[in-house]
């Protein structure tokens, strides 16, 4: 037995509680919503946002910072996970879901945003320890200590392959899309990489807010008088909001006058109000309704002529809101919750129909950047019945002389060129309108007699509109 006097024991630290980050944890809970129940990050995070701040918990920077965390997270999680991969020493799938969230958002923290390194993995930390425990925060410490070891394109030189060897592998990892969905805008754009990588890239900006002034209820001018508001580039009742802000303070849009509407889907009613028909322009129908931004403008524009919309949508939850939408028309309308691939009106009956197909919505993942994640390519499989039935029902419920728009916010050939070529050849009797005219100074609109939108040419969701009139 020795002699040597025992050291004093150091006394252990005192436990530490968690501090709560109000910002980076409703951004936490935000990615779980997305992720747990399919929801959608533009439905899910305003109401949060607004709850924070009547909690007076948030400012606007507060809710800014919390909107970029979320998006940004999103939208590069493709580039965050292969990176994240290379620092863990099992497979993601093997990681769980929450712990993935707060490595997401780490990485964009450290690899996306200005956020200094310490402050970066620091808070995440702490966030860590607020939802996951403090077993599982020195993990998620761990791991972000080894991704802040390199900046972004340090990570994408070792996680990427070489663009030479695997090219969409390489832009799928460095543009943050799915391999199948990089190789199918590929198709539908054409061209070399210059153009696919300023898609992809595109895809990955924060879009600006689009109001439409619908005619008869508001000007653009009384638009333009909101702060940091401009014109629109391509339609008429388009103004931007070049600072993002919150449409629903502006009077217009709180009382129905106005709404948020991207400029594709106004220049897609636009054209179809424009075109060229043969006999009467009494009565137009939305096939396809819900949730009212397209209807309403197209009610406003008929009313200018003294015709009438009838306003069809499938879910009666979804009819509803079309009903608020359209309230206040100043000109006649109807709205219906109605099958439109089984319609209850009588062939023949309208001079205008536009058909704004459900779709896979490749076209809009600047505004729903989980939607490249959550969709696969036997989606397609699943809408393609349902886009011909709806586009055969628009083509039997026209006149002859009048003329159907088919629209869809995805570029993809299966939803777009493939659908329409289907039905021409069931129906010999129509013929395809030239759009590129009735969309004047909207520059490459490409070789007709259909339109294709780009969000980096056209700075628009990717609509998709092909105009058939019927001639028998």
Request: one cysteine or more; proline letters at 9%; a neutral charge.
């Amino acid at each position: 037995m020795s002699d040597q006097p025992r050291r004093p024991r150091k006394p252990g630290k005192p436990y530490r509680r968690p501090e709560k980050d109000p910002v980076r944890l409703l951004a936490f809970e935000a990615l779980r919503a997305v992720d747990e129940r399919d929801a959608y990050a533009n439905l899910v995070l305003p109401p949060l946002l607004r709850t924070a701040r009547e909690g007076g918990d948030f400012d606007a920077r507060d809710a800014a910072l919390a909107t970029e965390l979320v998006y940004g997270t999103l939208r590069r999680q493709g580039t965050y996970d292969a990176v994240v991969a290379a620092c863990v020493d099992r497979p993601l799938r093997e990681v769980d879901p929450p712990v993935l969230d707060v490595l997401g958002l780490g990485a964009h923290q450290l690899l996306g945003t200005r956020i200094p390194t310490h402050a970066a993995v620091s808070a995440s930390v702490e966030l860590a320890r607020v939802v996951l425990g403090d077993g599982r925060a020195k993990f998620v410490n761990a791991v972000l200590r080894k991704v802040a070891q390199h900046d972004l394109d340090g990570w994408l030189e070792r996680v990427a392959p070489p663009y030479d060897e695997d090219p969409e592998d390489h832009l799928a990892v460095v543009h943050s899309h799915p391999r199948w969905v990089v190789s199918a805008l590929w198709d539908s754009l054409g061209g070399g990489r210059a153009g696919i990588e300023e898609l992809l890239r595109a895809d990955n900006e924060r879009p600006e807010v689009t109001l439409v002034a619908r005619p008869g209820r508001a000007t653009t001018g009384e638009l333009l008088d909101e702060e940091a508001a401009l014109p629109g580039r391509w339609s008429p009742y388009a103004v931007r909001l070049s600072e993002g802000g919150e449409p629903g303070v502006i009077p217009a849009v709180a009382d129905g006058r106005a709404g948020v509407q991207d400029e594709g889907s106004q220049l897609v009613a636009l054209a179809l109000a424009n075109a060229p028909l043969d006999g009467p322009d009494r009565l137009w129908l939305d096939g396809c309704a819900g949730p009212g931004g397209k209807a309403a403008l197209l009610a406003a524009l008929a009313a200018e002529r003294g015709a009438a919309l009838l306003a069809s949508e499938k879910q009666p939850h979804r009819a509803k809101l079309v009903a608020k939408v359209l309230a206040g028309n100043p000109g006649p309308y109807q709205v219906v919750a109605a099958d439109g691939t089984r319609p209850p009106w009588r062939a023949g009956t309208f001079d205008r129909v536009l058909v704004d197909v459900p779709c896979t919505g490749l076209g809009a993942l600047r505004r729903r950047p989980e939607a490249r994640w959550r969709r696969r390519p036997g989606d397609l499989e699943g809408f393609a019945p349902l886009q011909r039935g709806l586009l055969r029902t628009a083509l039997e419920s026209v006149r002859v002389g009048g003329v159907v728009g088919y629209a869809t916010c995805s570029p993809h050939l299966a939803e777009t060129r493939a659908v329409v070529a289907d039905l021409l050849k069931q129906f010999p009797d129509v013929e395809l309108l030239d759009a590129r005219p009735l969309l004047p100074g909207v520059p490459e609109l490409g070789e007709g007699p259909d339109v294709q939108l780009w969000p980096h040419v056209h700075g628009t969701d990717a609509m998709y509109l092909a105009l058939i009139r019927r001639t028998g």
